[in-house]
């Protein structure tokens, strides 16, 4: 399997607009961060996609992806799911509509906010897709039997999804995971977490409470995502932090 980061930014990017920090302004490309999105390559050349945010369409021709099997929605907040409309390049590429997995809230808030793509009398040419409902508590096969387990988590009142898809699990905007949540966890390779900033946020991890749900599930290694301006500059960070975690980037590529 390859897992290629397409995006470890948080809500706004980085960087923010109008803003002149230290992060914001920097030269290095690791602190330049498009909204977060990754995309799992598995050995058999399926495509599977983690959140289609804003920035979709040019994580798409960055990395030069020609087909999609699956997306894996986390949760309907925009800079999750504001990319959804650009699918349909790919419906007219693949000759199908587009298979794409969340949970009952995600759904409702995506009927609602796309409803034109769900529409029963549909104008030509717009996006097609298939949503699969995920309970949460039941591992669900995708694109050519592919298991993949969810992880129930909490953003602040918001119930989300991560996902592990064998020795790799992905989890973002999370601020609480249940210990049988946890569970799941175990025994993998490559864990992708979101740490927000250093401080305390309301409905996301920081990195202390990242590195401490790392302890507990003690993958292999793991790679932080989600990452705001007011984290500090990649470098910076990076140098204090245990050699089996670190700052993802955009661009990074990780073979699985």
Do not use: W
């Not at 960055?62 to 799911?81: E, F, G, N, P, S």
């Not at 419906?91 to 809230?105: A, P």
């Not at 920081?206 to 301006?229: D, G, K, Y």
Request: glycine share 6%; with cysteine.
């Amino acid at each position: 399997m390859k897992l290629t980061f397409l995006g470890t930014g948080t809500s706004q990017g980085v960087p923010v607009i109008a803003c002149h920090c230290d992060v914001c302004t920097s030269n290095d490309v690791h602190d330049c961060r498009l909204r977060t999105s990754a995309l799992l390559t598995t050995d058999s050349g399926h495509n599977i996609l983690f959140d289609i945010g804003p920035d979709f369409r040019q994580q798409m021709l960055r990395h030069k992806v020609d087909h999609l099997d699956a997306i894996l929605i986390t949760h309907a907040h925009r800079d999750h799911v504001g990319g959804l409309d650009d699918i349909r390049s790919f419906n007219y590429v693949q000759h199908r509509k587009m298979e794409i997995y969340l949970n009952q809230e995600a759904r409702v808030a995506i009927e609602r906010d796309y409803h034109y793509i769900f529409a029963v009398h549909q104008y030509p040419g717009l996006p097609e897709a298939n949503l699969h409902t995920v309970d949460g508590s039941t591992p669900f096969f995708i694109a050519d039997n592919i298991e993949v387990i969810p992880i129930r988590a909490m953003h602040k009142d918001l119930p989300i999804l991560g996902f592990r898809v064998g020795p790799v699990a992905y989890i973002t905007d999370a601020n609480y995971i249940a210990p049988q949540e946890l569970d799941k966890l175990h025994g993998i390779d490559t864990l992708v977490l979101n740490a927000l900033r250093q401080e305390k946020h309301f409905s996301h991890y920081s990195l202390p409470e990242a590195i401490e749900i790392v302890h507990q599930v003690n993958p292999h290694r793991t790679f932080l995502t989600h990452i705001s301006h007011e984290m500090g500059l990649h470098r910076n960070v990076c140098s204090t932090l245990p050699p089996n975690i670190q700052l993802a980037y955009d661009n990074l590529e990780l073979a699985i």
